[in-house]
């Protein structure tokens, strides 16, 4: 699951994706500001940042259709400004609350784009016919799309890549607008793409539901990344640990006795009888053998994954930003 | 830095898929009623009085297109009127529609350059209204047929066929227009409305204006008034004010082409008219000579507005 690329700068073997020093000015105002990055082959990153961070910006350089202000950035090898038709041959692109002719059906809507892609009446059919079925939407292709929900349009989006059998997908705030179970559904089906090899490019302003599935993120703020890398490293580099754990438990001393674990570098006491421990490694067993120790009674052990919201607030908090752009 | 790839790849698909669209879409389907009705009325007038006179007119098709009976136009009056909506109808939503709809940004995703979509629609519209007006010049030349019963000559078909390019490229700048406004505006509504705005302002208070601002600009002598003659001065420039409007140039060359007497369409001195012989017909390529420069300025306000539309749609941001 985790990518071999751990190092905290954003430095890749074999990218298929470099920007150096990216760049989008509007007027005087920098919506992106000189951003560097690289993005593996097969990894799964994410563009994090609230709205107007630039995350949309970045995604339109990166396909050729707005127009890069300084800097570069290269697509599996081509330059977007010069060689877009290359490129968008070879990504797919989902836009942020992706839209499609509403009077026609779903199948015409992909025939259309596969038209456009260059495929093949036979192909197209044949391609048209696998992807809605793999995205769950083969009972009604010939349905006319006004008829589709949120959920099922974005699941018809993510068809169009599919078909276009594209080798980076870019999804631009694909979850966001979704109730919970079609949230759920997409996100198997990102998962499905990236188990396939793609590279998939994901830009969101749900932290939680990035962290799932992102093998790296890069956290957009005024149009800069401000953060990039592994979700635990950036919680060790922001928290100072990995980890939190939980025990409720009673007994004598038991803060004092948790807080002597190696690893541990804070508890907190929540109640009477509960206790956060904040380690840099899982410290469960050593916490369930200090209770028993001192003789209490165990009631409840949990551990906590790093939270990417506890990161992404307590960063802004540590280093508040004077100079917060209101981007367009 | 030049861009490569070639600009016109996607254009057949987006031609196309367009044209399938406008075909058989219910705003098509009432604009092609609107005209087909209106230009029937004009027909029957026409055949009507034709029928009571047919002595020895030996351009008795062309009569169709241009003669009026009180209260209805001619037949080319009312197409020089219903062209524009047509025009306008099938391009006041061409790009801000697909903005809306949010189609935009993943239609060009796909490997192909904004110039194919602008083109491809502009083609296709352009296709739909040639397809009708050339369902409607066979209507004509076939009433024609049928209710005077005298065949067309070669050269009465061959003048209503330029009747039929030069209102294609008429048709083709109020589509331009209409597409560079879908472009401008992001609401379709907007866009419709000024460029129907435009419409009615060219088509109804421009005839009025004109003379109005010659006046202005070159105020008749009064010698000419007291011998009750126009001011050549003022009648020119009320003649080049008005031709600042495309349905001026469009009315202007069809009068050269369909009624072959026409000798000239600016005024003239008696002198100048020494030794021509006063009612007979030109020949067609005389004909057509007087009508090209209108036509030229036709299609040169077709090339010149759609490149301003191509200009602003490559600038254009894609995000809603």
């Not at chain 1, 000015?25 to 082959?41: E, K, L, S």
């Not at chain 1, 099922?152 to 594209?166: D, F, N, P, T």
């Amino acid at each position: 699951m985790r990518n071999q690329s751990t190092d905290s700068r954003g430095t890749a073997p074999d990218p298929v994706i470099a920007a150096r020093g990216l760049t989008r000015r509007y007027g005087a105002t920098a919506v992106v500001d000189g951003i560097d990055f690289d993005i593996a082959r097969g990894e799964v990153f994410g563009l994090l940042g609230p709205n107007g961070a630039g995350k949309t910006t970045t995604i339109l350089m990166m396909l050729g259709l707005t127009e890069i202000s300084s800097g570069e950035v290269s697509v599996l090898g081509f330059n977007p400004a010069r060689e877009p038709l290359k490129v968008k041959q070879r990504v797919g692109y989902l836009p942020d609350a992706v839209g499609f002719y509403d009077h026609l059906t779903a199948a015409e809507n992909l025939a259309y784009t596969a038209k456009l892609m260059g495929l093949a009446r036979a192909e197209r059919a044949r391609r048209i016919e696998a992807a809605l079925a793999r995205v769950g939407l083969a009972e009604v292709a010939s349905k006319r799309v006004a008829t589709f929900s949120r959920g099922m349009r974005q699941r018809l989006g993510l068809a169009e890549i599919i078909v276009k059998r594209a080798e980076i997908a870019i999804l631009d705030e694909p979850t966001s607008g979704l109730d919970p179970q079609a949230t759920q559904e997409f996100l198997g089906l990102i998962g499905e793409l990236k188990a396939e090899g793609i590279t998939v490019l994901l830009s969101s302003h749900m932290l939680d539901q990035v962290q799932r599935i992102c093998d790296r993120v890069a956290l957009f703020q005024g149009g800069r990344i401000v953060l990039m890398g592994a979700v635990p490293e950036l919680a060790v580099k922001v928290l100072g640990a990995g980890f939190v754990v939980e025990v409720e438990a009673d007994g004598l001393g038991i803060a004092r006795r948790l807080a002597m674990i190696p690893g541990v570098i804070q508890v907190d006491t929540l109640g009477v009888d509960r206790f956060r421990m904040t380690a840099e490694r899982d410290v469960r067993p050593d916490a369930a053998r200090a209770v028993v120790t001192v003789g209490g009674d165990l009631r409840r052990l949990s551990i906590d994954e790093p939270s990417l919201e506890a990161i992404y607030a307590r960063h802004f908090q540590i280093r508040p930003r004077g100079d917060v752009r209101h981007a367009a | 830095m030049r861009r490569e790839g070639s600009p016109f790849r996607g254009l057949s698909t987006v031609f196309v898929k367009e044209l399938a669209d406008h075909l058989s879409s219910i705003r098509m389907l009432m604009l092609e009623l609107l005209i087909v009705f209106t230009a029937l009325a004009a027909l029957y007038g026409a055949i009507s009085s034709l029928r009571q006179n047919t002595a020895e007119d030996p351009f008795l098709l062309l009569r169709l297109f241009t003669i009026d009976k009180a209260p209805l136009p001619s037949f080319v009056a009312i197409l020089g009127f219903l062209i524009p909506l047509m025009a306008i109808g099938l391009g006041f939503d061409a790009i801000n529609s697909e903005h809306n709809r949010r189609t935009l940004s993943r239609i060009l995703a796909q490997p192909i350059y904004r110039d194919a979509l602008l083109m491809g629609k502009f083609l296709a519209a352009l296709a739909t209204i040639g397809i009708s007006l050339a369902a409607l010049w066979l209507l004509v030349i076939g009433l024609g047929l049928i209710f005077l019963g005298v065949p067309p000559g070669g050269e009465e078909i061959a003048r209503s066929l330029v009747f039929l390019v030069v209102a294609i490229f008429y048709a083709g700048v109020w589509l331009s227009l209409a597409m560079l406004l879908s472009i401008v505006f992001r609401s379709p509504a907007t866009a419709a409305l000024v460029s129907l705005g435009i419409w009615l302002f060219l088509a109804v208070l421009w005839p009025m204006l004109a003379p109005a601002l010659a006046q202005a600009i070159a105020p008749a002598d009064p010698r000419y008034a007291l011998l009750g003659l126009n001011d050549p001065a003022t009648a020119i420039w009320t003649q080049e004010l008005l031709r600042l409007s495309p349905n001026d140039l469009f009315g202007e060359a069809m009068l050269a082409v369909l009624s072959p007497t026409t000798r000239t369409l600016g005024p003239v001195f008696l002198d100048q008219l020494r030794g021509a012989v006063m009612g007979s017909p030109l020949p067609f390529g005389e004909s057509v000579m007087i009508a090209w420069p209108q036509t030229v300025g036709l299609i040169a306000g077709t090339i010149v507005l759609f490149a301003f539309g191509y200009v602003l749609f490559q600038r254009q941001e894609v995000r809603a």
